[in-house]
């Protein structure tokens, strides 16, 4: 699962994300966002449109690829159902764009298939 942490010595709230499988971050993509997305599975408390900095490491990766952000789908921690208690953070810069395009290539075949995610 995604971990998630906030030091309170940064401008903007760091988000690590680390994806150890394609499955896991496809259940994470957020494809319908206006810029994409990242779903965030946390019940730590996010305001809707706090701006946030994710910093990202995709399957067979080491290295972290950052991206702005900003809150823009919530799901709190007493949910029922199949959704995870989370946030969704919609990508806002240019390096959210590389990262919606590098994580589209790596999720075609998934991206066809229309399986559940964590989000719908």
């Known amino acids: 699962m995604p971990a998630l942490d906030s030091p309170s010595n940064s401008r903007l709230p760091i988000v690590p994300l680390r994806f150890k499988s394609a499955n896991q971050l496809y259940k994470s993509f957020m494809p319908w966002l206006k810029n994409g997305g990242l779903f965030v599975p946390t019940s730590k408390r996010f305001e809707m449109g706090q701006e946030v900095l994710l910093m990202v ?23 029922t159902g199949h959704n995870k208690p989370g946030v969704g953070i919609e990508f806002t810069d240019q390096e959210g764009v590389a990262l ?21």
Do not use: F
């Open 57 to 79: 490491i995709l399957p067979g990766m080491v290295d972290k690829l950052p991206a702005a952000g900003v809150v823009a789908w919530a799901c709190p921690k007493d949910v």
């Open 100 to 120: 919606r395009l590098r994580i589209e290539s790596m999720l075609v075949e998934q991206l066809k298939a229309k399986e559940p995610t964590y989000t719908l």
